[in-house]
């Protein structure tokens, strides 16, 4: 197994207050993922990095911020959680682009009350 | 734009049958890879096979092969000798131009049944 781990995996908070979930990664891999899973709509990407430092927004990205000061952690914020950001969330590991697949971490599952 | 689409929300099959899981894609990139990943009720996400759209053959992996059919910008994953472990959600992707992230289906859910 590829060695990506997620904190916390389950976390209930309450609109309004600031979240942040953490992906680490054990591989060295250059590129890592966020993404967002809802009932009918598969997993959706937020925000994504290709290097430490370097990192841009996906197809759903609006309320949610990343960062990435080492390669092995790569870091979502909820600045002001929503009702509508309650879903399950993965990180990803990949370790170069087009002919990669994606590993991915366990997911954190986040209630926003 | 990149789009994934699994007509097929619910599907299944018997123990022992083989099964076709079907994607369609669309994209005017000349360059693009295809996934297909697997996620059984325990919620994580398990990669199944990779095909490149410059391979001139069908990938396999074991149980798993990938019917790609690039003219009519297909995917189609065929699990063999189907098996009850099997019964899970399974998405199929593209690596996309945004970092090679990937692109989604909705997923079909397969039930495998004794």
């Known amino acids: 197994d590829a060695g990506i781990t997620q904190s916390p995996r389950h976390k209930v908070t309450e609109t309004g207050t600031p979240v942040t979930l953490r992906c680490h990664q054990t591989e060295n891999h250059r590129y890592m993922y966020w993404y967002r899973q809802d009932p009918g709509h598969g997993l959706r990407l937020i925000h994504y990095?290709?290097?430490?430092?370097?990192?841009d927004k996906g197809e759903v990205s609006d309320g949610y911020s990343v960062s990435r000061s080492k390669t092995e952690d790569f870091l979502l914020t909820l600045e002001s959680a929503t009702s509508s950001q309650t879903s399950v969330y993965f990180c990803?590991?990949?370790?170069?682009?087009?002919?990669?697949?994606?590993?991915f971490g366990p997911g954190t599952r986040l209630t926003v009350l | 734009a990149q789009k994934i689409t699994q007509t097929q929300p619910g599907m299944f099959v018997q123990e022992k049958e083989a099964v076709t899981l079907d994607c369609t894609y669309d994209t005017s990139d000349p360059s693009y890879g295809l996934f297909w990943y697997k996620q059984p009720s325990s919620g994580e996400m398990i990669f199944l096979i990779y095909q490149g759209s410059y391979d001139q053959q069908n990938a396999t992996e074991g149980r798993y092969s990938l019917n790609f059919q690039k003219a009519r910008k297909s995917a189609n994953l065929v699990i063999s000798a189907s098996q009850l472990g099997d019964s899970a959600m399974y998405f199929c992707a593209m690596s996309s131009n945004s970092g090679y992230a990937l692109n989604f289906g909705k997923g079909t859910s397969l039930l495998v049944t004794p």
């Open positions: 990095s290709y290097g430490v430092k370097d990192t």
């Open positions: 990803a590991i990949s370790r170069q682009g087009l002919n990669n697949e994606q590993f």
